[in-house]
């Protein structure tokens, strides 16, 4: 982490995962245990627990997320939640382009785009997820995938919308595998990510923006992969279920 130039930021991705009532209870442990983080502090939360999630938080400085967004604002697409949405509840961060959004439920390079457009007109800051599946890696084509995820979803994207946008490195054969990335392999995609936004948006925008590991951290690597000079936090997803695990993280990222 450079806090000199950027935020550091911890934001839970839950998942499926709990009813609202204990979203209402973690939420409640969370809060006096980050209540003095020296990061930035977010939970991404399933639909149904967005309005507990936002009551529990009212004058934290926990911050509440969805994990998906349409990118039209409404129509006939059944089971979708869209952006314009969000903001009228009150959420202020949403995920996109998560690996399981892409793996399992149709996502692409494209419509990943399309939804980052939707957030950033409607003021959510964004956690975009960009990643490689574990042939790809072992293909040696890591940077070429990152590359391209990132430029396409980034496409129309000014340098000020830019400032609404986290980018969060997810290799997808780390994610719920309990395998992680090394120190040294997730900053080295990290900065990947950073030089190409340098090249695209210049020096600035690139040690301005907050970009994330989002493999496995957990309480046991957070230290050593938030030591790193490029990664800038993490998206976190099974140990953001622990409310003490997730503290730890905070806490990692906090110095």
């Not at 419509?111 to 800051?125: E, P």
């Not at 980018?167 to 990510?193: D, F, H, L, S």
């Not at 003490?244 to 905070?250: G, S």
Request: glycine share 10%; aromatic share 6%.
């Amino acid at each position: 982490m450079n806090k000199q130039l950027r935020k550091a930021v911890i934001a839970g991705n839950w998942k499926m995962n709990k009813t609202p009532a204990q979203a209402t209870q973690l939420i409640n442990e969370i809060k006096p245990l980050v209540k003095d983080a020296g990061c930035d502090v977010v939970v991404c939360v399933p639909y149904i627990d967005l309005q507990a999630a936002l009551a529990a938080t009212v004058g934290t400085n926990v911050k509440v997320g969805a994990e998906n967004c349409h990118w039209e604002p409404s129509g006939a697409f059944t089971g979708e939640i869209s952006a314009e949405m969000l903001r009228s509840m009150g959420v202020t961060y949403v995920i996109i382009g998560h690996s399981e959004r892409r793996t399992y439920f149709g996502d692409t390079d494209l419509t990943v785009k399309k939804r980052l457009r939707a957030a950033i007109d409607n003021g959510l800051t964004a956690i975009l997820c960009v990643g490689e599946y574990l042939e790809q890696r072992e293909q040696g084509i890591t940077a070429e995938v990152i590359r391209t995820q990132t430029k396409i979803a980034l496409g129309g994207i000014s340098e000020k919308e830019l400032e609404k946008v986290i980018i969060a490195y997810e290799p997808v054969w780390a994610i719920g595998t309990g395998k992680t990335a090394t120190a040294e392999q997730a900053n080295e995609v990290n900065k990947a990510i950073r030089d190409l936004i340098c090249e695209l948006y210049g020096k600035a925008a690139a040690d301005k923006i907050t970009v994330q590991y989002g493999g496995s951290m957990n309480a046991g690597n957070a230290q050593e992969l938030l030591a790193q000079p490029d990664v800038d936090g993490g998206l976190i997803g099974g140990a953001s279920l622990k409310s003490a695990d997730f503290a730890a993280i905070v806490a990692a990222a906090s110095k």
